[in-house]
């Protein structure tokens, strides 16, 4: 399987900027999408970014022009560049994993919260 391990976070003012890493070990061959989801309090967790299995990249529409989602194929890393931190950002941000089996790996979390 893959294991994913988070780093970044924490607590910033809004309109400022926080980087979000994430590392990826195991059975790497077997990554089929990779990418952030998040959970506001109260709501679902939900798709933030990610890269699909051709190379593209999926961004959810809040957070389009303000986030940014990179990787380093030769580190296995991806990370999640916020900028222009809005308080409705606020949440635990996930790192996700789909392997080409289907199966759904999660990272352990990293709290991001945006001051108003």
């Known amino acids: 399987q893959v294991q994913l391990v988070e780093s970044g976070g924490g607590l910033v003012q809004a309109g400022g900027s926080l980087r979000l890493s994430c590392a990826a070990s195991?059975?790497?061959?077997?990554?089929?999408?990779m990418g952030w989801y998040r959970q506001g309090p109260g709501k679902q967790r939900a798709l933030v970014a990610e890269f699909t299995s051709i190379g593209n990249t999926n961004y959810a529409d809040s957070v389009k022009g303000r986030f940014t989602i990179s990787r380093d194929n030769a580190k296995n890393t991806v990370a999640l560049e916020m900028n222009s931190l809005k308080p409705e950002d606020t949440a635990v941000y996930y790192c996700?994993?789909?392997?080409?089996?289907?199966?759904?790996?999660w990272g352990q979390g990293t709290q991001v919260t945006v001051s108003s």
């Open positions: 996700h994993v789909l392997t080409k089996t289907l199966f759904n790996a």
């Open positions: 195991g059975n790497i061959l077997s990554i089929n999408t």
